[in-house]
C-alpha cells in the first residue's frame, strides 16, 4: 500500500502562484508514476502533470503547459506542483495519486492510477 498527503492549497487572486506538496509513505518502491489531478465541481477529474518516478520523464495537460511544473526528490519521497500565472479555470481539488505495480501507458490517465490523497483546494479569484 502506498499512502499520499497532499498540501498547499489555498486562495489567491488570478496571475499568481501555489506549489502543492504530496508526502508518498509505505511502499514506495512499488511506485512507477505519479501525477496530479484535479477535479473541478460538476466535472470530471482530469489529469494536469504526471512523471515516471524512475526516468523524471514528465508529461502536461495542454491546458497548464508552460505554467505548471511537476517535480519530484525519490529521496524524501516527495511530489510537488509548481503553478505558475493561475487562472480562475484552475480552481479545482488537486489530488496526488501513484500508479504501483507497472508502468502506465499514459501518466495523464486516471484509470492508470491504483493510488490517490485526500486533495487539496486549490481556489483562483479573478
Known sequence: QVQL???????????????LS?????????????GWFRQAPGKER???A???T?????YYATS???RFTISQDNAKNTLWLKMN??????TAMYYCEAVG?????????QDEYNYWGQGTQVTVSS
Open 64 to 66: 497548464v503547459k508552460g
Open 5 to 19: 498527503v497532499e498540501s498547499g492549497g489555498g486562495s489567491v487572486q488570478a496571475g499568481g502562484s501555489l506549489r
Open 101 to 109: 505495480g507497472g508502468y502506465p501507458a499514459s501518466v495523464l490517465r
Open 22 to 34: 504530496c508526502a508518498a509513505s509505505g511502499d514506495t518502491y512499488r511506485v512507477y508514476s505519479m
Open 50 to 52: 504526471g512523471i515516471y
Open 54 to 58: 524512475r526516468t523524471g520523464n514528465t
Open 46 to 48: 482530469e489529469g494536469v
Open 85 to 90: 500565472s493561475l487562472k480562475p479555470e484552475d
